[in-house]
């Protein structure tokens, strides 16, 4: 028995931090510093550049010799070979930085995520869902970029900027960093404005994604019974909504913009008159005048992107937004850092008097039910009736409300994660295939199962003949992009799953609801079968349970309302392969 | 590109450029003007004058700057708006032919991926235009400052795109490249979210995690690997654009030396300078992400796509189609000789399947999955062609039907039935809009969910599936059970209608299927013996053709007899 071994950022007590912040994240420091270094150089090049240039040309006028320019000459040129360079190298410093927060968000998200399924994510869990949050963390990521840049490059500017200038004359640098000061506030400003008409934006934007899904699962129906018309009029309708947020930014983005330019000259203009002032009081002479103004040209330059970054990072905002939301949601249960558990073999299953609840409302109430080893049980009843919650409960993916489930008299509440699927293997009722390859997707179940081993879990859910006509065996790529399953095959996988697991008790949830109902009642005789010995707990509608189970409930409301022994016939769990026989029933 | 809002937004974008780049010009010899007055020696001048028109300068740039930026994002957002109503158009018309790929790619290109167009169409197209009529602009003012220095922003300027094209051609390869890596890993990553209830009940979800992060770095080492290449083109624009300046003020530096030219036009030309090449770098700059923004017009053009396999919008160009539709209840409706091949799969489907659904006859079709059951309901609604033989309503090609008259007259329950994330009424309506409260709950009751409309909260009005209240795969059947109970149709196609159901449902829905399939015609395939029993006829599929099947016959009322059939023509007449 060995605790939650192996395990590293799982889902334990004391374990992952979940998506909370940018700040939590942290950033790493090296690269940002390599990143900033080359912004300060890029900047310090640009400015001097101009004033470099301002100051050679205004110098030229007064006819020096040649020598008096050779040196501004070089410099000139070496500016403007150094900014491009440094630029260069402070673009990849930042994306360096940012996918690496990137990689990491990932990682969070994944924390995050992984205490939430099944159970804790509510109705909106589906795969079309989290893979928002995915794109969310993007989104964020790409934001981020932009907005390092920018504010490396303006501090790198303004504080540079305004430092010559203060040397070359205090005056002037005061008025030059009043002016990029107050562009600045001014680009804040204007993005604040256009926040709300963002957020509405991306409020519609959301719903046009979810309209999207929620349209394409409905367009059979939809195209058959003729009522394409209703799509046209929802998007209609998101689309009006997304435009008056849309015509809101756009106009805050002007104003930004327009705000900015006119503060630039006005700034500019502020500098020019400020210097003159100065160079009739005697202060500086006409060249350094030439020489604040070019300065002041160059760091203006630079605020004047502040308010289309800005503008841009209203998407970065609303992706961090759900993904922070996202965080805060409880875990349904909190899984115990050391394993109580069992020793391996068959035990005991037992439910005593328990209770779930979800979202307020009792799913399941006073179910007490003992599977000792080898017992077969099936839980029957309508949709709804507490049959998934009971599963759940079991597997520890959400809390009893009341009473408790165990595993060999330890509450599952006790168990490690690892613990559990020592004991159960558990087959959903839709089960899903990793865009992997056959034997991988089985390996899910054990890790170190051999190629005979899966072959022979195949076998036993009757997917021997589907295995021999694969031409690649075991290295044959299923899911997304590779070979197509039905839905049976899938299942038939799942079940082969949860055999390989090796656990002593299978929980089955309605394992053939989508199986070929003519063979499927053949694959719950095969899957007992090859359970052998196995505890079972088995829900399902097939007819025939009562050959194959030891005992019926049946469940209505979340609470039992009948119990019926059944006799098992021995014979029930036929040999593997024999599915693609007629029903006979 | 079909989007005449892009054309109005960059005509409008180079207009409003043109007069910034005019007052960009006015504050440059403004500037000029007034710093050389203050050289030893020459005279101050008009300053009041310089700095009236600094003012107006700023003053209409500004002004300029709202009335473009306005336009560009308002542009941006109708042309997305466009694209998006587009591809939601095509991809719902595609979808029940099976090739509009799967939800989530078409949310994540209407999504995420328009979004790079408000860069692209409210940013790079307007900047791009910007980079071409700005520049030469500032050039001819150059050239009148001082012609010698307009030979060499002209220069400059007919290099950058030169260079641009290069460098730019080569990034354009590898963005695309990128945009995949970045869509295969997150197809990797989505998939193992799906799967993350799976991986926790194995409790393999700490290697599911290192796969993730090795695959987040591999991603990020060959995106830097990427950028390293794409920041190329932005180096060699930036350079070329600082050194332009250069390349401007040492010869003018020098030539002030021996007085070939003036310090005040010297002063307007450096300072107009750097104007010359900003938009051209914005434009370079913003390059790397347009391309992003057309990878992702690429994708929306190919999911929108030139045509409409299913005929479900319009009518393909030229050919007229009949409105008036044969009545299955009066004649008989055939597949004959189909042939019916998908991609990826070795052996036709169907090939050579006939089948006769006579009028006011059941046909139950019964056999293992994948043998091309829901393949013929498609084909019955008109979703998929038959790439052989024909599908026939009274002996007319349903190719030759329009396609939205036919299915007024089918009533369809799909496979893997799906609601709208809307109310329950909505939901049963789009079936019959014009149905009554009492016609849903009485349709609920026959399909065996009488607790539902009175169980939920708000009852008809409760909101469900996303966003609302979540359904069970078997209240999910039995809700569209109800709408094929609501909707009186000739020909009914039913694909496994009660999969998900227990015995006891499954009875009350097989008593109210009973009673609407009264006199019509049906295609039923199921599993189910109970529903087979509805059946005049059960066949089977076998090799991709119709074989009769006797099995599944409780009460001994399966057979091959087309007695019942004859009844219900007779019946139809």
């Given at each position: 028995?060995?605790?939650?071994?192996?395990?590293?950022?799982?889902?334990?007590?004391?374990?992952?931090?979940?998506?909370?912040?940018?700040?939590?994240?942290?950033?790493?420091p090296r690269?940002?510093?390599?990143?900033?270094?080359?912004?300060t150089?890029?900047?310090?090049?640009?400015i001097?550049l101009?004033?470099?240039?301002?100051?050679?040309?205004?110098?030229?006028?007064?006819?020096?010799?040649?020598?008096?320019?050779?040196?501004?000459?070089?410099?000139?040129?070496?500016?403007?070979?150094?900014?491009?360079?440094?630029?260069?190298?402070?673009?990849?410093?930042?994306?360096?930085?940012?996918?690496?927060?990137?990689?990491?968000l990932?990682?969070?998200?994944?924390?995050?995520?992984?205490?939430?399924?099944?159970?804790?994510?509510?109705?909106?869990?589906?795969?079309?869902?989290?893979?928002?949050?995915?794109?969310?963390?993007?989104?964020?990521?790409?934001?981020?970029?932009?907005?390092?840049?920018?504010?490396?490059?303006?501090?790198?500017?303004?504080?540079?900027?305004?430092?010559?200038?203060?040397?070359?004359?205090?005056?002037?640098?005061?008025?030059?960093?009043?002016?990029?000061?107050?562009?600045?506030?001014v680009a804040?400003?204007?993005?604040?404005?256009?926040?709300?008409?963002?957020?509405?934006?991306?409020a519609?934007?959301?719903?046009?994604?979810?309209s999207?899904?929620?349209?394409?699962?409905?367009?059979?129906?939809?195209?058959?019974?003729?009522r394409?018309?209703?799509?046209?009029?929802?998007?209609?309708?998101?689309r009006?909504?997304?435009?008056?947020?849309?015509?809101?930014?756009?106009?805050?983005?002007?104003?930004?913009?327009?705000?900015?330019?006119?503060?630039a000259?006005?700034?500019?203009?502020?500098?020019?008159?400020?210097?003159?002032?100065?160079?009739?009081?005697?202060?500086?002479?006409?060249?350094?005048?030439?020489?604040?103004?070019f300065?002041?040209?160059a760091?203006?330059?630079?605020?004047?992107?502040?308010?289309?970054?800005?503008?841009?990072?209203?998407?970065?905002?609303?992706?961090?937004?759900?993904?922070?939301?996202?965080?805060a949601?409880?875990?349904?249960?909190?899984?115990?850092?050391?394993?109580?558990?069992?020793?391996?073999?068959?035990?005991?299953?037992?439910?005593?008097?328990?209770?779930?609840?979800?979202?307020?409302?009792?799913?399941?109430?006073?179910?007490?039910?003992?599977?000792?080893?080898?017992?077969?049980v099936?839980?029957?009843?309508?949709?709804?009736s507490?049959?998934?919650?009971?599963?759940?409960?079991?597997?520890?993916?959400?809390?009893?409300?009341?009473?408790?489930?165990?595993?060999?008299?330890?509450?599952?509440?006790?168990?490690?994660?690892?613990?559990?699927?020592?004991?159960?293997?558990?087959?959903?009722d839709?089960?899903?295939?990793?865009?992997?390859?056959?034997?991988?997707?089985?390996?899910?179940?054990?890790?170190?199962?051999?190629?005979?081993?899966?072959?022979?879990?195949?076998?036993?859910?009757?997917?021997?003949?589907?295995?021999?006509?694969?031409?690649?065996?075991l290295?044959?790529?299923?899911?997304?992009?590779?070979?197509?399953?039905?839905?049976?095959?899938?299942?038939?996988?799942?079940?082969?799953?949860?055999?390989?697991?090796?656990?002593?008790?299978?929980?089955?949830?309605?394992?053939?609801?989508?199986?070929?109902?003519?063979?499927?009642?053949?694959?719950?005789?095969?899957?007992?079968?090859?359970?052998?010995?196995?505890?079972?707990?088995?829900?399902?509608?097939?007819?025939?349970?009562?050959?194959?189970?030891?005992?019926?409930?049946?469940?209505?409301?979340?609470?039992?309302?009948?119990?019926?022994?059944?006799r098992?016939?021995?014979?029930?769990?036929?040999?593997?392969?024999?599915?693609?026989?007629?029903?006979?029933? | 590109?079909?989007?005449?809002?892009?054309r109005?937004?960059?005509?409008?974008s180079?207009a409003?450029?043109?007069?910034?780049?005019?007052?960009?010009v006015?504050?440059?010899?403004?500037?000029?003007h007034?710093?050389?007055?203050?050289?030893?020696?020459?005279?101050?001048?008009?300053?009041?004058?310089?700095?009236?028109?600094?003012?107006?300068?700023?003053?209409?740039?500004?002004?300029?700057?709202?009335?473009?930026?306005?336009?560009?994002?308002?542009?941006?957002?109708?042309?997305?708006?466009?694209?998006?109503?587009?591809?939601?158009?095509?991809?719902?018309?595609?979808?029940?032919?099976?090739?509009a790929?799967?939800?989530?790619?078409?949310?994540t290109?209407?999504?995420r991926?328009?979004?790079?167009?408000?860069?692209?169409?409210?940013?790079?197209?307007?900047?791009?235009?910007?980079?071409?009529?700005?520049?030469?602009?500032?050039?001819?003012?150059?050239?009148?400052l001082?012609?010698?220095?307009?030979?060499?922003?002209?220069?400059?300027?007919?290099?950058?795109?030169?260079?641009?094209?290069?460098?730019?051609?080569?990034?354009?390869?590898?963005?695309?490249?990128?945009?995949?890596?970045?869509?295969?890993?997150?197809?990797?990553?989505?998939?193992?979210?799906?799967?993350?209830?799976?991986?926790?009940?194995?409790?393999?979800?700490?290697?599911?995690?290192?796969?993730?992060e090795?695959?987040g770095?591999?991603?990020?080492e060959?995106?830097?690997?990427?950028?390293?290449?794409?920041?190329?083109?932005?180096?060699?624009?930036?350079?070329?654009?600082?050194?332009?300046?250069?390349l401007?003020?040492?010869?003018?530096?020098?030539?002030?030396?021996?007085?070939?030219?003036?310090?005040?036009?010297?002063?307007?030309?450096?300072?107009?300078?750097?104007?010359?090449?900003?938009?051209?770098?914005?434009?370079?700059?913003?390059?790397?992400?347009?391309?992003?923004?057309?990878?992702?017009?690429?994708q929306?053009?190919?999911?929108?796509?030139?045509?409409?396999?299913?005929?479900?919008?319009r009518?393909?160009?030229?050919?007229?189609?009949?409105?008036?539709?044969?009545?299955?209840?009066?004649?008989?409706v055939?597949?004959?000789?189909?042939?019916?091949?998908?991609?990826?799969?070795?052996?036709?489907?169907?090939?050579?399947?006939?089948?006769t659904?006579?009028?006011?006859?059941?046909?139950?079709?019964?056999?293992?999955?994948?043998t091309?059951?829901?393949?013929?309901a498609?084909?019955?609604?008109?979703?998929?062609?038959?790439?052989r033989?024909?599908?026939?309503?009274?002996?007319v090609?349903?190719?030759?039907?329009?396609?939205?008259?036919?299915?007024?007259?089918v009533?369809?329950?799909?496979?893997?039935?799906?609601?709208?994330?809307r109310?329950?009424?909505?939901?049963?309506?789009l079936?019959d809009?014009e149905?009554?409260?009492?016609?849903?709950?009485?349709?609920l009751?026959?399909?065996?969910?009488?607790?539902?409309?009175?169980?939920?909260?708000?009852?008809?009005?409760?909101?469900?599936?996303?966003?609302?209240?979540?359904?069970?795969?078997?209240?999910?059947?039995?809700?569209?059970?109800?709408?094929?109970?609501?909707?009186?149709?000739?020909?009914?196609?039913?694909?496994?209608?009660?999969?998900?159901?227990?015995?006891?449902?499954?009875?009350?829905?097989?008593?109210?299927?009973?009673?609407?399939?009264?006199?019509?015609?049906?295609?039923i395939?199921?599993h189910?013996?109970?529903?087979?029993d509805?059946?005049?006829?059960?066949?089977?599929?076998?090799?991709?053709?119709?074989?009769?099947?006797e099995?599944?016959?409780?009460?001994?009322?399966?057979?091959?007899?087309?007695?019942?059939?004859?009844?219900?023509?007779?019946?139809?007449?």
């Amino acid at each position: 028995m060995t605790p939650a071994s192996g395990r590293g950022g799982g889902s334990g007590a004391g374990g992952a931090v979940r998506v909370g912040s940018m700040r939590s994240l942290g950033l790493a420091p090296r690269r940002l510093t390599r990143a900033s270094v080359s912004g300060t150089i890029g900047a310090a090049s640009g400015i001097g550049l101009l004033a470099t240039s301002g100051w050679l040309i205004t110098r030229a006028a007064g006819r020096p010799p040649v020598f008096v320019l050779s040196v501004a000459i070089g410099l000139v040129q070496a500016f403007a070979v150094a900014r491009g360079i440094a630029r260069y190298f402070e673009r990849l410093g930042v994306h360096d930085v940012s996918l690496d927060l990137l990689g990491r968000l990932r990682l969070r998200l994944f924390d995050t995520l992984e205490p939430l399924v099944p159970g804790g994510l509510g109705p909106t869990g589906s795969g079309e869902v989290l893979s928002g949050f995915v794109s969310d963390a993007e989104i964020i990521a790409k934001a981020f970029a932009k907005r390092v840049t920018t504010a490396i490059d303006l501090v790198a500017s303004i504080v540079l900027g305004t430092a010559v200038a203060l040397v070359v004359e205090p005056g002037v640098g005061v008025v030059l960093l009043a002016g990029a000061v107050a562009m600045t506030v001014v680009a804040l400003v204007a993005a604040r404005l256009g926040r709300a008409g963002a957020e509405r934006e991306a409020a519609a934007r959301a719903e046009l994604a979810d309209s999207v899904i929620d349209t394409m699962r409905v367009a059979r129906e939809l195209v058959a019974f003729g009522r394409e018309d209703l799509v046209t009029a929802r998007l209609a309708e998101i689309r009006r909504r997304s435009n008056s947020g849309a015509a809101r930014r756009a106009f805050a983005t002007g104003i930004g913009r327009a705000g900015a330019t006119f503060t630039a000259t006005a700034a500019l203009a502020a500098v020019v008159a400020t210097g003159i002032a100065a160079h009739d009081a005697g202060h500086v002479s006409g060249v350094m005048l030439a020489v604040e103004v070019f300065v002041a040209l160059a760091v203006y330059d630079q605020c004047a992107v502040l308010p289309l970054v800005l503008a841009d990072s209203a998407a970065g905002r609303s992706a961090a937004h759900r993904l922070w939301a996202l965080g805060a949601l409880p875990a349904p249960v909190v899984e115990p850092d050391l394993d109580a558990g069992p020793p391996d073999g068959a035990a005991e299953i037992a439910f005593d008097g328990v209770r779930v609840t979800h979202d307020g409302t009792v799913a399941l109430d006073e179910l007490s039910l003992r599977l000792p080893p080898g017992k077969r049980v099936a839980l029957v009843g309508r949709s709804a009736s507490g049959k998934t919650s009971a599963l759940y409960a079991l597997l520890h993916f959400v809390p009893c409300a009341a009473g408790r489930a165990s595993i060999g008299g330890v509450d599952v509440a006790r168990i490690t994660r690892a613990g559990i699927a020592r004991h159960i293997g558990w087959v959903d009722d839709v089960t899903h295939v990793f865009a992997t390859n056959l034997g991988d997707n089985l390996r899910i179940a054990d890790t170190e199962a051999t190629e005979a081993s899966c072959v022979a879990a195949l076998a036993a859910v009757g997917l021997a003949a589907w295995f021999a006509s694969l031409p690649e065996g075991l290295s044959t790529r299923l899911g997304a992009g590779g070979r197509p399953m039905s839905a049976g095959e899938r299942q038939r996988l799942g079940l082969a799953r949860a055999l390989l697991a090796g656990g002593d008790t299978l929980a089955l949830d309605e394992p053939t609801a989508h199986i070929d109902p003519t063979s499927s009642a053949d694959v719950l005789d095969e899957l007992v079968g090859a359970t052998g010995s196995k505890t079972v707990l088995v829900i399902s509608h097939e007819p025939g349970l009562d050959r194959l189970v030891d005992e019926i409930v049946t469940l209505e409301g979340g609470r039992v309302v009948d119990r019926q022994a059944t006799r098992r016939d021995p014979a029930a769990g036929r040999p593997p392969g024999a599915a693609g026989c007629s029903s006979d029933h | 590109m079909q989007l005449p809002v892009v054309r109005r937004t960059v005509t409008a974008s180079a207009a409003v450029g043109l007069v910034s780049t005019a007052t960009v010009v006015v504050q440059a010899v403004a500037l000029a003007h007034l710093l050389a007055g203050a050289m030893p020696g020459a005279h101050p001048g008009d300053r009041l004058t310089a700095f009236v028109a600094l003012g107006a300068a700023a003053a209409v740039r500004g002004l300029a700057a709202l009335v473009g930026e306005t336009l560009a994002h308002l542009g941006a957002t109708k042309a997305k708006a466009d694209l998006r109503a587009q591809l939601v158009g095509a991809a719902l018309a595609r979808a029940p032919s099976g090739d509009a790929g799967g939800p989530g790619d078409l949310a994540t290109v209407a999504g995420r991926g328009l979004d790079a167009l408000d860069v692209y169409i409210g940013r790079c197209l307007p900047d791009l235009v910007l980079a071409v009529v700005a520049p030469l602009a500032l050039a001819v003012a150059v050239g009148v400052l001082d012609w010698i220095s307009g030979v060499i922003v002209v220069t400059a300027i007919v290099l950058f795109p030169v260079f641009g094209a290069l460098v730019g051609r080569a990034s354009l390869a590898l963005a695309g490249n990128r945009w995949r890596q970045v869509e295969g890993l997150g197809r990797h990553i989505t998939d193992v979210f799906e799967g993350l209830p799976i991986l926790r009940a194995f409790d393999r979800t700490a290697e599911q995690r290192r796969r993730i992060e090795t695959a987040g770095e591999a991603l990020r080492e060959a995106s830097l690997s990427t950028l390293r290449t794409a920041f190329l083109s932005a180096l060699v624009l930036d350079t070329l654009a600082s050194v332009s300046v250069a390349l401007l003020a040492v010869p003018l530096g020098l030539r002030l030396l021996n007085g070939t030219v003036g310090l005040p036009a010297a002063l307007a030309v450096l300072i107009v300078a750097p104007e010359v090449f900003l938009p051209l770098r914005r434009a370079s700059a913003e390059f790397h992400e347009s391309t992003e923004g057309l990878a992702a017009l690429g994708q929306a053009m190919a999911l929108i796509g030139p045509g409409d396999p299913s005929g479900v919008g319009r009518a393909p160009r030229g050919e007229r189609r009949l409105r008036e539709i044969p009545d299955p209840v009066r004649v008989p409706v055939e597949l004959r000789a189909v042939r019916f091949e998908v991609t990826g799969r070795h052996d036709p489907i169907l090939d050579g399947a006939d089948l006769t659904i006579a009028p006011g006859e059941t046909v139950v079709v019964v056999g293992p999955n994948g043998t091309g059951k829901s393949t013929v309901a498609a084909l019955l609604l008109g979703f998929v062609q038959p790439s052989r033989g024909a599908v026939t309503v009274g002996g007319v090609d349903l190719a030759d039907l329009d396609p939205a008259s036919w299915r007024e007259r089918v009533t369809y329950l799909p496979e893997r039935p799906a609601l709208l994330g809307r109310t329950l009424a909505e939901n049963l309506r789009l079936a019959d809009p014009e149905a009554s409260e009492e016609a849903l709950v009485a349709a609920l009751v026959a399909a065996g969910a009488p607790d539902l409309a009175g169980d939920l909260p708000s009852g008809l009005a409760t909101r469900l599936g996303a966003g609302g209240r979540p359904v069970s795969s078997g209240e999910l059947q039995r809700i569209a059970l109800a709408r094929t109970l609501l909707r009186r149709g000739s020909l009914y196609v039913l694909d496994e209608p009660t999969v998900h159901l227990d015995a006891a449902t499954e009875a009350t829905v097989v008593t109210g299927l009973r009673r609407v399939l009264e006199g019509r015609s049906a295609f039923i395939v199921t599993h189910r013996p109970a529903v087979a029993d509805l059946a005049d006829r059960v066949v089977r599929l076998s090799g991709g053709r119709f074989v009769p099947a006797e099995l599944l016959a409780p009460n001994g009322t399966a057979g091959t007899s087309p007695e019942p059939a004859a009844a219900g023509a007779g019946a139809g007449q």
